[in-house]
């Protein structure tokens, strides 16, 4: 709901619990005025307290000190020093300061970003944009900044538009998204931060004076960093506490900064990275920034999550693909690695099927004279030595065991070992004639596609539309495994040359938007070296994301926990690896291995056909565990219980959630029956882990939450081989189990964990 009072020049934003207020200062500026918990008629200020020492505006932007206000979108130049919303500079190279407000607009719906991807906040959703318009006539610069309130999921999108409205071209060298000023208290920093194999760790730490940013210029989000972040009053916990938070849908560089610098306030933005970048405004030209999706939670980082959780899935993968059922699948990679032939690939999948996985997955290594990382990407056609019945013949014996089919590429990248690098050896990223030689730099020795042209963009369209068709895929894995550098394109005029790395993320959304819409029963995992392009503008092409490199249990419970700040589980792919691990020899219990990735989008890369028969009867009953209640964790909500980030154990449940699906009441195990008939799906799953064991106990009760307070519940343990054994191991109130809790029985040893269904009992309120 958009609550316009014109004469004050006052606009109430609200959700279903939150308001956000923005108030034009004087009649020129945009300020904002309140954003938190909805309240009902909002105030206009009264007039605005000076300080000595600081600077007046001039008479256009009503004389104001700029620095005493909560600005909504910044300038410098002015009187504020703190960091801008936008720069940029006129024909004659002076900075453009003075974006005075000029009037507004109020529609059902969003308008559609300019190339970008953005949530499908629409009319037919009940959602409201406000435009705000400023301008600085001098300079010729038209702002329009976009406000879209979705009520019921809680959110404000943001984003804005530049257009040159002058004569001369404008120079645009910082452009946010967002920028939204808080009053300043004492609060956390809550940020997702890690590298290649420890991705999106939680990382959270008192916000001190000056400036905070967590930022990317990789070229993708990058693993290093994720264009997420939150400002969490210190004492916030999972189910209490103040949350103002934002996230980007976009996939490469991008600055998240807190701006503490002044006493009075945390100037929190969002938006494209201005390190490198700058962009090239002709007269009548504009420019569209990544939409930032806002969030305020009074119940904690659970409150943000759940929002966020909402608008990804409900408004942001694709439509057909946000409530449908993701198969299990298992995929070749650490099973086979380049060793790949049809026969082995064919018996992998065989005994995949056997065990009820439902996708067979053929990573690298398929293709051209690829036997190692080092040629061939950009050839895509089969190599008919390792696979004498071709890509078609695969999917077709696939499919007929009743599997789906799925294919690895990596469309963004050339190897200089490639016919493709011979026909075209200037398609990549690279600065001609470069002093040092330098022409381009090799990573995992690759070059970057220079996805900047509409030639290259043309040709990957051209080449992967063929290869989708003709291969009957149900699913593609898409790659991305470097960063780019130099981000250079060979092909952009010399003022332009600033805009390639913007340019390349347009140019990648141009060519999956095209994908996507032709092939819209394919499921697209998107990937970058495990997950360094995990984010919500991926995710609108792609609905899940392999989270990581990493497959080893324990690093998952990390790596999936600070993951599920933002991202729901069913966008992150988890897969069963072998034991000992790949990438850090652990060796961890299969059945601990099963619930980590059960806990999210559930598959495999090991080699089954090797398992003890054990091993194997454990993953057949963690695969028909998963299918049964995979709605639930598919759908459900997922609450974080305990952290491993903060002790020795990780805990999270899923509970059915009408508002968002949730799972449909399932039959609860028949107590007086041996081996239970839980046919349908439970009413919440509990995951407990342990990290490493020690003298001490450390049962002590797990607190559940999201349960009915007057309902009873019947709680089984998913037993060694996953199935919900009768008699129920306890009976107890929803809100016991939410305060006192439940004690976990975890088996002893390292990396030991529980999974526990609760049913509703039928004859409770
Ligand atoms: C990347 C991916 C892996 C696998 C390899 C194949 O590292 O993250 O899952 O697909 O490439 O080369």
């Given at each position: 709901m958009i609550e316009v009072r014109s004469d004050e020049r006052l606009f109430h934003l609200a959700t279903e619990h939150t308001s956000y207020i923005i108030e034009i200062a004087s009649g020129v500026v945009p300020t904002l005025r309140y954003w938190g918990p909805r309240i009902g008629t909002p105030e206009a200020a009264g007039p605005h307290g000076e300080m000595p020492y600081r600077v007046h505006a001039s008479a256009s932007l009503g004389a104001l000190q700029l620095e005493g206000l909560a600005l909504e979108y910044g300038t410098q130049g002015e009187g504020d020093f703190r960091r801008p919303a936008v720069s940029a500079r006129d024909g004659a190279g002076y900075p453009v300061t003075t974006p005075v407000y000029r009037g507004y607009r109020v529609h059902s719906g969003k308008p559609e970003l300019d190339g970008l991807p953005s949530a499908r906040l629409t009319a037919e959703t009940g959602a409201d944009t406000l435009e705000l318009e400023l301008i600085d006539e001098a300079a010729g610069l038209l702002i329009v900044l976009n406000y879209t309130v979705h009520a019921d999921w809680d959110v404000i999108a943001r984003h804005a538009r530049l257009e040159n409205t002058g004569t001369e071209p404008l120079s645009v060298e910082r452009f946010m998204s967002a920028s939204v000023d808080l009053p300043a208290r004492p609060v956390d920093t809550v940020t997702l931060s890690g590298s290649w194999g420890s991705e999106r760790h939680l990382a959270r730490s008192p916000l001190g004076p000056g400036i905070f940013a967590t930022e990317s210029t990789r070229g993708t989000s990058s693993h290093v960093a994720n264009p997420f972040i939150a400002l969490a009053v210190q004492d916030t916990g999972e189910d209490r506490g103040e949350v103002h938070a934002a996230t980007l849908v976009y996939s490469g560089n991008f600055l998240a900064e807190v701006d503490a610098s002044l006493e009075e306030f945390h100037r929190m933005s969002l938006g494209i990275n201005p390190s490198g970048f700058s962009w090239h405004l002709e007269p009548g030209e504009s420019l569209t920034s990544p939409e930032a999706i806002l969030v305020y939670s009074r119940e904690g980082l659970d409150g943000m999550s759940r929002r966020f959780h909402r608008t990804i899935q409900e408004g942001i993968v694709p439509k057909q693909w946000a409530r449908a059922e993701r198969p299990v699948l298992l995929n070749s990679w650490e099973?086979?690695?380049?060793?790949?032939?049809?026969?082995?690939?064919?018996?992998?999948?065989?005994?995949?099927?056997?065990?009820?996985?439902?996708?067979?997955?053929?990573?690298?290594?398929?293709?051209?004279?690829?036997?190692?990382?080092?040629?061939?990407?950009?050839?895509?056609?089969?190599?008919?030595?390792?696979?004498?019945?071709?890509?078609?013949?695969?999917?077709?014996?696939?499919h007929a065991r009743g599997l789906g089919f799925g294919l690895w590429v990596e469309p963004e990248m050339i190897s200089p070992a490639s016919k493709l690098y011979e026909?075209?050896?200037?398609?990549?990223?690279?600065?001609?004639?470069?002093?040092?030689?330098?022409?381009?730099?090799?990573?995992?020795?690759?070059?970057?596609?220079?996805?900047?042209?509409?030639?290259?963009?043309?040709?990957?369209?051209?080449?992967?539309?063929?290869?989708?068709?003709?291969?009957?895929?149900?699913?593609?894995?898409?790659?991305?495994?470097?960063?780019?550098?130099?981000?250079?394109?060979?092909?952009?005029?010399?003022?332009?040359?600033?805009?390639?790395?913007?340019?390349?993320?347009?140019?990648?959304?141009?060519?999956?938007?095209?994908?996507?819409?032709?092939?819209?029963?394919?499921?697209?995992?998107?990937?970058?070296?495990?997950?360094?392009?995990?984010?919500?503008?991926?995710?609108?092409?792609?609905?899940?994301?392999?989270?990581?490199?990493?497959?080893?249990?324990?690093?998952r419970l990390y790596i999936q926990y600070g993951t599920s700040m933002v991202y729901p589980p069913v966008t992150m792919g988890a897969h069963v690896s072998a034991a000992p691990n790949h990438q850090l020899d652990r060796n961890t219990p299969v059945a601990t291995r099963a619930a980590v990735a059960m806990s999210a989008n559930f598959g495999f890369e090991m080699d089954l056909r090797k398992l003890p028969s054990e091993e194997r009867e454990i993953l057949r009953g963690a695969i028909a565990f998963y299918r049964r209640h995979r709605q639930l964790i598919q759908q459900g909500r997922f609450l974080r219980l305990e952290s491993p980030f903060e002790g020795n154990r990780a805990a999270w449940m899923f509970t059915g959630d009408a508002a968002a699906g949730g799972a449909a009441p399932g039959d609860a195990p028949d107590p007086t029956a041996g081996l239970a008939r839980a046919e349908g799906s439970a009413d919440a799953l509990v995951f407990v882990f342990r990290v490493l064991i020690g003298m001490s106990p450390d049962e002590a009760p797990v607190r559940l939450r999201g349960l009915d307070p007057e309902a009873v519940y019947e709680v089984y343990v998913a037993g060694p081989r996953f199935a919900c054994e009768a008699p129920p191991v306890a009976t107890a109130g929803g809100d016991e189990l939410c305060t006192r809790g439940l004690e976990p029985a975890l088996p002893r040893g390292d990396y030991a964990s529980a999974v526990y269904c609760l049913y509703r009992r039928a004859d409770t309120p």
């Open positions: 099973a086979q690695y380049f060793d790949i032939t049809e026969g082995n690939f064919l018996s992998l999948s065989d005994t995949a099927a056997e065990l009820g996985v439902e996708l067979a997955v053929l990573d690298d290594g398929w293709f051209g004279e690829r036997d190692g990382d080092d040629s061939s990407l950009g050839d895509w056609y089969e190599n008919t030595e390792k696979l004498p019945s071709g890509v078609d013949g695969l999917a077709e014996y696939v026909e075209h050896p200037d398609w990549c990223l690279h600065i001609p004639g470069h002093p040092h030689g330098t022409a381009a730099t090799l990573g995992r020795n690759q070059l970057v596609l220079d996805l900047t042209r509409e030639d290259v963009q043309d040709r990957l369209i051209g080449t992967f539309s063929r290869l989708f068709a003709r291969a009957g895929l149900d699913y593609v894995k898409w790659d991305m495994n470097r960063y780019l550098a130099p981000i250079a394109s060979a092909a952009l005029p010399p003022e332009r040359r600033g805009e390639a790395a913007h340019r390349y993320v347009l140019g990648l959304y141009r060519v999956l938007a095209e994908l996507r819409d032709r092939f819209p029963t394919v499921l697209f995992e998107s990937c970058a070296g495990g997950g360094g392009r995990f984010d919500a503008g991926m995710l609108a092409y792609m609905p899940q994301t392999w989270t990581s490199d990493n497959t080893d249990a324990v690093s």
